[in-house]
């Protein structure tokens, strides 16, 4: 079945995608890394060869190194406090039998499906210092008007924690979900037998079970919390109050200092790479069969 | 077992504490929004738990016209339907051929699609947006035209299908792979060509896995904001609902326009919700499919 049609067939077919994933993929990704090595006129696209130049003056850079600074917080606090709540959850829709389980599964997937921007509106409410959700609920707990400027230093970088968290944690529970309503019930019907509580079913056989997930999406936090606190940033604090690493960049492309902001980009890249490679390594486990 | 039961009961009572507990963080913001998107301005300057005194639907004449959100919303679905169907019409033959035929730089590409699921676009969108102001210099410049490939929808629908290819053809790609070869033998014996036979018979049974690529990608193109924001620069000029609301919020912040504000974040919201609504099984399902299974 070797004919001059099957080969025109196939050209025919793959051509498209590979020429439009060459364009508005390949190309711009070689480019961010040719780019970095670059300096480019604001508005002429002449290129002058810096070398690693760009590099020096982002090292050096206090505004570079605390948007770092503020990435890896938020990596860091994102994660543990969602994936906790997110495989409690979990935990607790797939091991107990819950009335309206279903409904619950639904409600906590709702934040995932909303944009970005609505998201930002919606805190934006919660946020507001005179009358606004959270800051109201506060005063009926303390007895007498609280104004926390949620959204000014110093607390602005706790208001987007909350909002990623809130945002995030029914997606990794439906993914955990998947992972544990797949470990046979069996395994937990004999250690019950065996006398061994819910927390012991958990951790001696929940967690080791579905390990595999949990690295992957310990890599997935890593990556999608680089990505999503940029959105989240982006959309919901003043300019400049509280960058992380991908605001930045996109701070600098605004200035029109592209050579720049590539080379920002190219050391996030580079930073949630080896980080992910780093938490992979560290997570490696002897692979439990079910 | 007697003993268990009475703390087995303030278990189970705990459980549900903490369950609404999340389900009442989630719903009241959004529901919350809703309303206030009836209430009057005068409204939103006292106790925010109130609830609207009357129907004040002028908010939503207000963002629809004052505030530009119908003609937003109008780009917003001419975009997310135009990428769609880019993205259907490349990625399905390509997917096809991909995972079914062998040949020459087959294995290539498919190594090279699957490393594009690892390029995201928040890296790649600043090379973007200077290609493209490239080529409209040398369009200024050839033929005296301005703005031919920015601030255009159709522009910014490619490059939506484009980004989201790799993903799209590892999708399908994996759901091709299952199928036995017999369906196509028995195709070209009845003397179908290999194009009727892959639309004919192989993509009618590819319908499930169509269906949640179609409803990923509706999600995820009618919220996308920082590719359109890159590249509907124009401050006049056209814009997706996303960044329009995103402008709105900005505005209406300092006019303390709050009615049309929340109107806006509903009109943004409600397709997404009232899509979610019918196929949320779909979606949950979905999202286990895309590989991620542990």
Same mark, same amino acid.
């Given at each position: 079945?070797?004919?001059?049609?099957?080969?025109?067939?196939?050209?025919?077919?793959?051509?498209?995608?590979?020429?439009?994933f060459?364009?508005?993929?390949?190309?711009?990704?070689?480019?961010?890394?040719?780019?970095?090595?670059?300096?480019?006129?604001?508005?002429s696209?002449?290129?002058?060869?810096v070398?690693?130049?760009?590099?020096?003056?982002?090292?050096?850079?206090?505004?570079?190194?605390?948007?770092?600074?503020?990435?890896?917080?938020?990596?860091?606090?994102?994660?543990?406090?969602?994936?906790?709540?997110?495989?409690?959850?979990?935990?607790?829709?797939?091991?107990?039998?819950?009335?309206?389980?279903?409904?619950?599964?639904?409600?906590?997937?709702?934040?995932?499906?909303?944009?970005?921007?609505?998201?930002?509106?919606?805190?934006?409410?919660?946020?507001?210092?005179?009358?606004?959700?959270?800051?109201?609920?506060?005063?009926?707990?303390?007895?007498?008007?609280?104004?926390?400027?949620?959204?000014?230093?110093?607390?602005?970088?706790?208001?987007?924690?909350?909002?990623?968290?809130?945002?995030?944690?029914?997606?990794?529970?439906?993914?955990?979900m998947?992972?544990?309503?797949?470990?046979?019930?069996?395994?937990?019907?004999?250690?019950?037998?065996?006398?061994?509580?819910?927390?012991n079913?958990?951790?001696?056989?929940?967690?080791?079970?579905?390990?595999?997930?949990?690295?992957?999406?310990?890599?997935?936090?890593?990556?999608?919390?680089?990505?999503?606190a940029?959105?989240?940033?982006?959309?919901?604090?003043?300019?400049?109050?509280?960058?992380?690493?991908?605001?930045?960049?996109?701070?600098?492309?605004?200035?029109?200092?592209?050579?720049?902001?590539?080379?920002?980009g190219v050391?996030?890249?580079?930073?949630?790479?080896?980080?992910?490679?780093?938490?992979?390594?560290?997570?490696?486990?002897?692979?439990?069969?079910? | 077992?007697?003993?268990?039961?009475?703390?087995?009961?303030?278990?189970?009572?705990?459980?549900?504490?903490?369950?609404?507990?999340?389900?009442v963080?989630?719903?009241?913001?959004?529901?919350?929004?809703?309303?206030?998107?009836?209430?009057?301005?005068?409204?939103?300057?006292?106790?925010?738990?109130t !609830?609207p005194?009357?129907?004040?639907?002028?908010?939503?004449?207000?963002?629809?016209?004052?505030?530009?959100?119908?003609?937003?919303?109008?780009?917003?679905?001419?975009?997310? &339907?135009?990428?769609?169907?880019?993205?259907?019409?490349?990625?399905?033959?390509?997917?096809?051929?991909?995972?079914?035929?062998?040949?020459?730089?087959?294995?290539?590409?498919?190594?090279?699609?699957?490393?594009?699921?690892?390029?995201?676009?928040?890296?790649? &969108?600043?090379?973007?947006?200077?290609?493209?102001?490239?080529?409209?210099?040398?369009m200024?410049?050839?033929?005296?035209?301005?703005?031919?490939?920015?601030?255009?929808?159709?522009?910014?629908?490619? &490059?939506?299908?484009?980004?989201?290819l790799?993903?799209?053809?590892?999708?399908?790609s994996?759901?091709?792979?299952? !199928?036995?070869?017999?369906?196509?033998?028995?195709a070209?014996?009845?003397?179908?060509?290999?194009?009727?036979?892959?639309?004919? &018979?192989?993509?009618?049974?590819?319908?499930?896995?169509?269906?949640?690529?179609?409803?990923?990608?509706?999600?995820?193109?009618?919220?996308?904001?920082?590719?359109?924001?890159?590249?509907?620069?124009?401050?006049?000029?056209?814009?997706?609902?996303?960044?329009?609301?995103?402008?709105?919020?900005?505005?209406?912040?300092?006019?303390?326009?709050?009615?049309?504000l929340?109107?806006?974040?509903?009109l943004?919201?409600?397709?997404?919700?009232?899509?979610y609504?019918?196929?949320?099984?779909?979606?949950t399902?979905?999202?286990t499919?895309?590989?991620?299974?542990?």
């Amino acid at each position: 079945m070797r004919s001059p049609g099957r080969s025109r067939f196939i050209a025919l077919c793959v051509a498209p995608a590979t020429i439009l994933f060459f364009i508005f993929m390949v190309m711009p990704t070689f480019n961010v890394f040719r780019m970095s090595l670059f300096e480019r006129g604001a508005y002429s696209p002449t290129e002058t060869f810096v070398g690693l130049n760009n590099f020096k003056v982002l090292f050096k850079d206090t505004k570079f190194i605390t948007s770092m600074q503020n990435t890896i917080l938020l990596i860091v606090t994102v994660t543990i406090i969602t994936f906790f709540f997110a495989i409690v959850f979990a935990a607790i829709l797939t091991r107990e039998k819950i009335k309206g389980q279903n409904f619950f599964r639904i409600i906590f997937y709702i934040p995932n499906i909303l944009s970005v921007v609505v998201i930002a509106g919606i805190f934006s409410a919660i946020y507001k210092p005179e009358n606004g959700m959270l800051n109201s609920i506060l005063s009926l707990f303390a007895g007498r008007d609280i104004m926390i400027l949620w959204k000014d230093q110093p607390m602005v970088i706790v208001s987007v924690i909350i909002a990623m968290v809130w945002q995030a944690i029914g997606y990794y529970m439906v993914m955990y979900m998947a992972s544990m309503s797949a470990v046979p019930v069996d395994l937990y019907e004999s250690a019950s037998l065996d006398g061994a509580g819910r927390l012991n079913q958990f951790f001696e056989i929940t967690l080791p079970l579905i390990w595999t997930n949990i690295r992957t999406t310990l890599t997935f936090f890593i990556i999608s919390t680089i990505n999503m606190a940029f959105l989240f940033v982006k959309a919901m604090v003043a300019k400049g109050m509280a960058d992380v690493g991908l605001s930045f960049m996109y701070a600098q492309k605004d200035e029109g200092l592209y050579g720049y902001a590539m080379a920002a980009g190219v050391i996030i890249f580079l930073f949630s790479f080896t980080l992910s490679a780093v938490v992979n390594h560290a997570t490696k486990r002897e692979t439990l069969q079910m | 077992m007697k003993k268990g039961n009475s703390a087995d009961t303030l278990y189970k009572a705990f459980i549900y504490v903490v369950l609404i507990t999340l389900a009442v963080v989630i719903i009241v913001p959004v529901a919350w929004v809703f309303l206030a998107s009836i209430k009057q301005n005068s409204e939103f300057y006292g106790n925010p738990w109130t !609830l609207p005194a009357s129907l004040y639907w002028q908010n939503f004449v207000d963002a629809w016209t004052a505030a530009k959100m119908g003609s937003y919303m109008l780009n917003s679905v001419i975009v997310t &339907v135009l990428s769609l169907v880019i993205l259907l019409v490349v990625a399905l033959p390509a997917a096809y051929c991909l995972s079914r035929f062998r040949f020459r730089g087959g294995r290539f590409l498919n190594t090279a699609f699957m490393a594009g699921l690892f390029i995201n676009v928040n890296y790649i &969108v600043v090379p973007i947006f200077l290609m493209l102001r490239d080529w409209d210099s040398w369009m200024n410049y050839l033929f005296r035209l301005n703005n031919v490939f920015m601030n255009n929808l159709v522009t910014l629908s490619v &490059v939506y299908a484009a980004t989201a290819l790799p993903f799209t053809i590892y999708l399908l790609s994996g759901y091709f792979a299952t !199928l036995p070869h017999d369906f196509e033998e028995a195709a070209y014996i009845d003397g179908a060509g290999y194009g009727a036979a892959m639309v004919r &018979v192989i993509f009618p049974m590819a319908q499930p896995s169509i269906l949640t690529i179609i409803l990923f990608n509706f999600l995820s193109f009618w919220n996308e904001y920082i590719i359109s924001m890159t590249l509907m620069n124009s401050a006049t000029g056209q814009k997706t609902l996303p960044v329009g609301l995103l402008n709105l919020m900005q505005a209406s912040q300092s006019a303390a326009q709050y009615g049309r504000l929340y109107a806006g974040l509903v009109l943004v919201m409600l397709p997404t919700l009232i899509l979610y609504m019918c196929v949320q099984k779909k979606l949950t399902q979905g999202m286990t499919v895309g590989g991620l299974k542990g």
